[in-house]
C-alpha cells in the first residue's frame, strides 16, 4: 500500500457523509415511506435501514437505503462498509468536518472507491481505523493540505490500512 500524492480538490457536489447521533436516532423513527417496506438492522454503532418498494406499488419506487452513524466518521465507514469488498484499488481519505475537500473526494472517486471521513487533527476514529484494515487498499488519496488533514493523521490512517 502507498500514499498517493496529496491532491488538493473542490467541487459543487454532494456527498453523503453528514451523519450524526440524530440520524442514527432518525434512522429508527423517522416513517417507512409509502410504498416500502423497511428492515433496520444495528451495525454495532448505527443503524442501516434497507427498504425495497412493495410488489404492488407503482414501479417508479427505487430501493432506499438510509445509513447513519454515530457520528459523520462512523457513517462515512459504514457507507465504505456497504459498498465496497477488501482490495479496492484506492481510498480517498478527507476532512469530515468541513466536508468541503469531502465534496471533490466524491467527484474524483466516481464510486471507484470509498471517501472516508476523518477529523483534520487528533485520533483517529476506530470506526475508520478498522474500516480502513478491512479494505486493505492498493493507495490511499489524502484529499487537502495539511490544514485538512494533518501530518499526524496521514501517519494514522496509512498506520491502520497496513493492519
Known amino acids: 500500500m502507498r500514499i498517493r500524492d496529496k491532491v488538493i480538490l473542490s467541487a459543487a457536489i454532494a456527498v453523503a457523509l453528514a451523519g450524526t447521533a440524530a440520524a442514527a436516532a432518525a434512522v429508527t423513527s423517522e416513517p417507512i415511506p409509502p410504498g416500502y ?3 433496520s438492522v444495528y451495525s454495532g454503532g448505527g443503524w442501516i435501514r434497507s427498504c425495497t418498494a412493495d410488489p404492488a406499488a407503482p ?3 427505487a430501493p432506499v ?3 447513519g452513524g454515530a457520528d459523520r466518521f462512523e457513517t462515512s465507514a459504514m457507507l465504505s462498509s456497504i459498498s465496497f469488498e477488501p482490495g479496492v484499488d484506492v481510498a ?3 476532512n469530515g468536518v468541513t466536508l ?3 465534496l471533490g473526494a466524491a467527484a474524483a472517486a466516481k464510486g471507484n472507491g470509498p471517501v472516508l471521513a476523518v477529523p483534520a487533527e487528533g485520533r483517529l476514529p476506530d470506526t475508520v481505523a478498522a474500516e480502513l484494515a478491512r479494505l486493505d487498499p492498493k493507495s490511499i ?3 487537502g493540505g495539511a490544514g485538512s488533514v494533518s501530518e499526524g493523521m496521514v501517519a494514522q490512517v496509512t498506520d491502520a490500512a497496513a493492519q
Do not use: S
Open 59 to 61: 414501479e417508479t419506487q
Open 37 to 39: 417496506t423497511c428492515k
Open 141 to 143: 488519496v489524502i484529499v
Open 100 to 102: 468541503v475537500d469531502a
Open 65 to 67: 437505503t438510509q445509513v
Open 92 to 94: 480517498y481519505i478527507a
